[in-house]
């Protein structure tokens, strides 16, 4: 199984890569759930990873819902496009609607922007999908918006509870879009994943540092409230996690 990794800086993107990921979704903010990685940090990446992993960065101007107004679209519109010029291998984006379905005419746009900036560029729908009433039937306007893949918990908390929805969704694409599991992921959900016809698995495989203390962190354990706690990678949890992809 293809195995991708959550990365908030260059210590990330070089355990990543090292430990034999084979793409890397970069952002900044996660504890706020992820927001669009600075050029700075996407070039600081690149140089860590040393061209041995793909990089697809988060698209997402402001945490909170995934309804977003003019100005956020053409804030992220320019994101894709300076992102895309430095080198990304693609971008993880997806708008909803208030209704909770997928936005077809904003995700449309920023595809359009991102195929614009690079024709090769792979187009990941991040979580939002697990946001909308029926994420297997989703999928199929994803397909039609020329997705390469799409990221989903299932529509559940965790990954393992949605194990079946995640099932129906492989069988609903039907090899035209990758179905990539992620959210609350526990190692021995890999081999279940894997057996129900899942070919991707991602996590952040995160401990949380503090200058008070470290903390032992699960696979995607919530952030600590600690003010001067920060996320990194875990080797430990990058290494177990290709080995049971594998």
């Known amino acids: 199984m293809k195995l991708e990794i959550v990365a908030v800086g260059a210590q990330g993107a070089a355990v990543a890569a090292e ?5 890397i979704e970069l952002c900044s903010a996660l504890e706020l759930g992820g927001l669009t990685p600075s050029q700075g940090l996407m070039e600081a990446a690149q140089e860590a990873a040393d061209g041995r992993v793909e990089i697809h960065p988060l698209i997402r101007s402001r945490p909170g ?16 496009r300076f992102l895309l010029s ?6 993880v984006i997806g708008v909803l609607t208030p209704a909770g379905e997928i936005d077809v005419r904003a995700t449309r746009k920023l595809a359009d922007t991102a195929l614009q900036a690079n024709p090769d560029a792979q187009l990941t729908f991040h979580r939002a999908i697990d946001q909308t009433p029926d994420p297997a039937a989703a999928v199929e306007q994803l397909v039609e918006l020329g997705f390469t893949r799409v990221l989903s918990s299932g529509g559940a908390a965790t990954v393992g509870e949605g194990i079946a929805t995640l099932e129906r969704m492989v069988q609903r694409t039907a090899g035209r879009l990758e179905v990539m599991a992620g959210g ?3 190692l021995d959900d890999i081999p279940v994943l ?6 991707a698995v991602h996590l952040s495989a995160k401990t949380t540092v503090s200058t008070r203390k470290t903390l032992d962190s699960s696979v995607d354990a919530p952030a600590t409230s ?17 080995a049971a992809s594998r």
Request: proline share 2%; hydrophobic share 40%.
């Open 19 to 23: 430990e034999g990921a084979d793409r």
């Open 65 to 80: 819902d995934f309804l977003y107004s003019a100005a956020d679209l053409d804030t992220m519109d320019r994101e894709i």
């Open 86 to 91: 430095q080198g990304a291998h693609g971008v």
């Open 184 to 186: 609350g992921l526990a």
């Open 194 to 199: 894997h057996a129900a016809g899942l070919s």
């Open 226 to 242: 600690d003010p001067t706690a920060y996320m990194v990678t875990n080797r430990d949890l990058v290494r177990a996690a290709r």
